[in-house]
T-cell receptor, first 113, second 112 residues
Framework: EPEVTQTPSHQVTQMGQEVILRCVPI?????FYWYRQILGQKVEFLVS????????KSEIFDDQFSVERPDGSNFTLKIRSTKLEDSAMYFC???????????FGPGTRLTVT | AQSVTQLDSHVSVSEGTPVLLRCNYS??????LFWYVQHPNKGLQLLLK??????LVKGINGFEAEFKKSETSFHLTKPSAHMSDAAEYFC??????????FGTGTKLQVIP
């Protein structure tokens, strides 16, 4: 069964460093998303991406964040200058159509020290 | 705008007894409702979905949920809990929007 994959599974970085989290969505899906879950809190929407552009973003997704689909398979989330409060589990998701179920990857645990 | 409210942060049941995890929703549009399960240190797995077809939705691992518009509810049930069901469960709503709005989660404990 097709699945969303994410790499790395765990990333440790120092405050102020740039990180790139990578995702490979399900191949025939057209909508891509990033969510985050701070430890002990609920899953929060960050951004959705369709047709090579951001279609919706939350207030969390400020100028420090960017997303890109650099080729036909990868979908990346970049945090330009990490802060301690960026420490969280980051989930990538994809869906075939708008409003359809989203399939989530296993997540990348980001630890900022 | 869409939202969901999970009424219980923790639910504890004995193995072999029924499970009920409660979720209420609000939605400006016709809701698209989902239940996801998250096992410790794992990602989110889709259990089942409601997208305006049958009001009783069957999912994986014996779970089902009933959409009740009059009560704005989408409660998750299972007739008999297994130890492997111990996890955190998230009700969510996309309601025609792109983003999925998650509830705060319900941790299910299964007592042997």
């Amino acid at each position: 069964e097709p699945e969303v994959t994410q790499t790395p599974s765990h990333q440790v970085t120092q405050m102020g460093q740039e990180v790139i989290l990578r995702c490979v969505p399900i191949s025939n899906h057209l909508y891509f998303y990033w969510y985050r879950q701070i430890l002990g809190q609920k899953v929060e929407f960050l951004v959705s991406f369709y047709n090579n552009e951001i279609s919706e973003k939350s207030e969390i997704f400020d100028d420090q964040f960017s997303v890109e689909r650099p080729d036909g398979s990868n979908f990346t989330l970049k945090i330009r200058s990490t802060k301690l409060e960026d420490s969280a589990m980051y989930f990538c998701a994809s869906s075939e159509r708008l409003g359809h179920e989203q399939y989530f990857g296993p997540g990348t645990r980001l630890t900022v020290t | 705008a869409q939202s969901v409210t999970q009424l219980d942060s923790h639910v504890s049941v004995s193995e072999g007894t029924p499970v009920l995890l409660r979720c209420n929703y609000s939605s400006s549009y016709s809701p698209s409702l989902f239940w996801y399960v998250q096992h410790p240190n794992k990602g989110l797995q889709l259990l089942l979905k409601y997208t305006s077809a049958a009001t009783l939705v069957k999912g994986i691992n014996g779970f089902e949920a009933e959409f009740k518009k009059s009560e704005t509810s989408f409660h998750l049930t299972k007739p008999s809990a297994h130890m492997s069901d111990a996890a955190e469960y998230f009700c969510s709503n996309s309601g025609g929007y792109q983003k999925v709005t998650f509830g705060t989660g319900t941790k299910l404990q299964v007592i042997p």
